[in-house]
Nanobody
Framework: QVQLVESGGGLVQAGGSLRLSCVAS????????ISWFRQAPGKEREFVTAISRIVDTTYYADSVKGRFTISRDNAERTLYLQINSPEPEDTGVYSC????????????????WGQGTQVTVSS
């Protein structure tokens, strides 16, 4: 079992910055692939970014490349999402998710989910 708790969401102006955190407990943190997904009102959940287990390869949705950075601190069992130059289209509930196997951008392939944190970007 893995428990995930996100924090760091809030209201940010377009062009600003924000950092989200996701603290994990349970299974060995370094052995899981962990990702961020987001869901805007009236839209489907979408993949944002992932960092693979063990080798820490990172993956990004095209819409956030160059603006978002994912990282993990295995000692602190924490996943981070640095959001730079956010745009109103980035508004949504951001959730971290974990899976026991390798990278996937498909939300329903993930085994564990946090409760989500709201990010609102004002123009």
């Amino acid at each position: 079992q893995v428990q995930l708790v996100e924090s760091g969401g809030g209201l940010v102006q377009a062009g600003g910055s924000l950092r989200l955190s996701c603290v994990a407990s349970g299974r060995t943190f370094s052995s899981i692939t962990i990702s961020w997904f987001r869901q805007a009102p009236g839209k489907e959940r979408e993949f944002v970014t992932a960092i693979s287990r063990i080798v820490d390869t990172t993956y990004y949705a095209d819409s956030v490349k160059g603006r978002f950075t994912i990282s993990r601190d295995n000692a602190e069992r924490t996943l981070y999402l640095q959001i730079n130059s956010p745009e109103p289209e980035d508004t949504g509930v951001y959730s971290c998710a974990a899976r026991r196997s390798g990278y996937s951008s498909t939300w329903n392939s993930y085994d564990y989910w946090g409760q989500g944190t709201q990010v609102t970007v004002s123009s």
